[in-house]
C-alpha cells in the first residue's frame, strides 16, 4: 500500500492538502487538510452589524455576491425589516449574473483543463488554447459586468444593504444588464451545453466509480422570488438521505439540524456546535495528525449525517420536488443513480443553463414592477439593541449560511458555514470521512498517474479553502498610525 500526498491542491481556490492511500489501483483512504488560516467571524465582532455585508462578502474573491447576500438575509432578520419587491429583486438579478460568471469560471478554468490536453481529449477544454476555454474567459468577464450593473461594483458588491439595495433601475442599467446577460445565455445554451453533451458521452465510461458515494446531499434553495418565501426559490430547499427526501422546510426542518463537530480540526472542544450558539473559534493548532486533528475546516453535518452540498444536491433536491426532472432551454437533467465526478461537473453545466433560463422570467419581472410604478428599493430600520439572524442561502459552490447576533447595538458573534466547510469536512466524532474524503476512497485509478485520478475528484467539488476557513489567533499587529480629521486610527 503506498500513501500519496498532493499539497497543494492546484486549480482550486486556497491551500488543500490532500493524503490518499493506493492499493491494487483503487483509493482506499483519504484525508483532506484545509491548511489556510483566516479570521473573519473574530474580526466581525464588536463591529457595527451594518458592516457585516461588505466585510463578509469578502470572504472570497470567487462568490462575493453569494456572502454578501448571506449577510444580507441575515441582517435584515436581525433588523426585523423586509426588502421591499425592486430591492429584493435586484439584489436576487445580481445573484442570478455572478453565478452566470461563477460557474463559467468553474467550468472551464478549474474543472475542465483536467479533460483537455494533455490530460484528456476534449480539445476545446485545453487551458489557455482550446476554444472552449478561451471563449468562457471572454463570457464570463461579461456576466461579471452585468454583476456589476446592480452591485455597484465587482469584486466585492457595494449595493447590499439590510432592508433592499442601493441601486435604482433606470433604462440604461436595465439596457447594460440584458443585453449582456442575453450575450452570455445565448453562448450557453448554443455552444456551452453542446461542449458538456459531448464531454458526459467521452467521459461517462473512463469515470465510472470516480468520486462515487452515497446519496446524502443538502441544499438550502436559492433565487428567492417577490414573497421571499425560500420554499419558493427557484432551486429547492431539501435533504436527501440514502436517496429519499426527508426535509424541505428551509427554517423549521433544515437549519435546526446544523451542527459544526470539531474533532479533526484544529479548534477547542468548544468551537463546535450549533451554528447559532457557538462562540468564535479558538485555534488549537497540532500539526497534521490523521488519528488527530488535522484541518482547519470543521466537520459540519446534518442531523448527524455525512451530506454533500453544491449544483448536484440543488439539482437533485429542486428535481424530486419538479416532477424528476428539471427543463431549460438547453435541455433537460434528470438526477443520476448516484452522485460521481461527471456528475457533479454535469449537474453543474446545466445549472448553468437553468440559471440563464430563469434569470429572463426575472427581467419580465422587473419590467412589470417599473411599469406598475413601483419605486422603492430598501426599507428603513434602525439597529436593535439585541437580536439575532440568519440567513440560508447558497454560493455556486454550495449551501452558504451566515448567522448573527447582535448585543448593545454591535455583533456579538457571527458565524459561517460554507460550502467547502461541508464538502472538505474532515472526519467527525464518529471517525467519518467528510464527503471529499469518502468520494476519494471509493475511487478506482485508470491513469498512468494517480494523481490525476484524485485531483480529477477533489475538483469537482470546487473547494474554496478561503472561504471554508475563518479562525482568528486573537493578536493584533499595528503597523502604522493615521491621522484622518483629527482621530487616530491604527
Known sequence: MAEITI???????????VKVTLENDKFTDAWTSNSLFRGFEEIL??????????????MCGVCYTSHGMASALALDQAMGVKPPPLGSLLRVLTQYAEWMYDHLLILFALEGPDYGPPFGRIEEFAAFKGSGYLDALRISRVAREATAVWGGKMPHQASFVPGGITEFPDT?????????????????????????????????????????????????????????????RVQKPGAIINGNLVATNLYQEIAPKITEDVTHAWYTADSGGEPSKVKAPTPQYTGIQKE???????????NDN??????????????????????????????????????????????????ATKVI?????????????????????????????????????????????????KIARYQVI????????PRDNKGRRGPTEEALANTPVRSA???????????????????AVHVFDGSKISTRNLEIFGDIVG
Open 7 to 17: 499539497d497543494p491542491v492546484t486549480r482550486i481556490e486556497g491551500h488543500l492538502n
Open 45 to 58: 465582532q464588536g463591529r457595527d452589524p451594518r458592516d457585516a455585508i461588505y466585510i463578509a462578502s469578502r
Open 172 to 232: 440604461k442599467k436595465f439596457a447594460n444588464f440584458t443585453y449582456r446577460l442575453l450575450d452570455v445565455k445565448k453562448w450557453i445554451d448554443n455552444t456551452m451545453i453542446p461542449l458538456f453533451d459531448k464531454f458526459y458521452d467521452t467521459y461517462k465510461d473512463e469515470l465510472t466509480g470516480s468520486g462515487e458515494r452515497e446519496t446524502n446531499l443538502l441544499s438550502y434553495g436559492v433565487f428567492d422570488d417577490q414573497t421571499l418565501d425560500p420554499q419558493k
Open 292 to 302: 488527530g486533528k488535522y484541518s482547519w475546516c470543521k466537520a459540519s453535518r446534518w
Open 306 to 355: 455525512v451530506v454533500e452540498v453544491g449544483p448536484l444536491a440543488r439539482m437533485w433536491s429542486t428535481a424530486l420536488q419538479s416532477g424528476g426532472k428539471i427543463e431549460t432551454d438547453a435541455g433537460s437533467w434528470s438526477p443520476p443513480k448516484k452522485p460521481d465526478t461527471i456528475e457533479r461537473i454535469y449537474a453543474r453545466a446545466y445549472e448553468t443553463a437553468l440559471v
Open 361 to 409: 422570467d426575472k427581467l419580465y419581472e422587473l419590467l412589470d414592477l417599473i411599469n406598475k410604478g413601483e419605486r422603492e428599493v430598501f426599507q428603513p430600520y434602525s439597529v436593535p439593541e439585541n437580536s439575532e439572524g440568519m440567513g440560508l442561502t447558497e454560493a455556486a459552490r454550495g449551501a452558504l449560511g451566515h448567522w448573527v447576533k447582535v448585543e448593545n447595538k
Open 418 to 425: 460554507t460550502p467547502t466547510t461541508w464538502n472538505c469536512s
Open 449 to 467: 498517474d494517480p494523481t490525476l485520478d484524485a485531483v480529477r475528484v477533489v475538483r469537482a467539488f470546487d473547494p474554496c479553502i478561503a472561504c
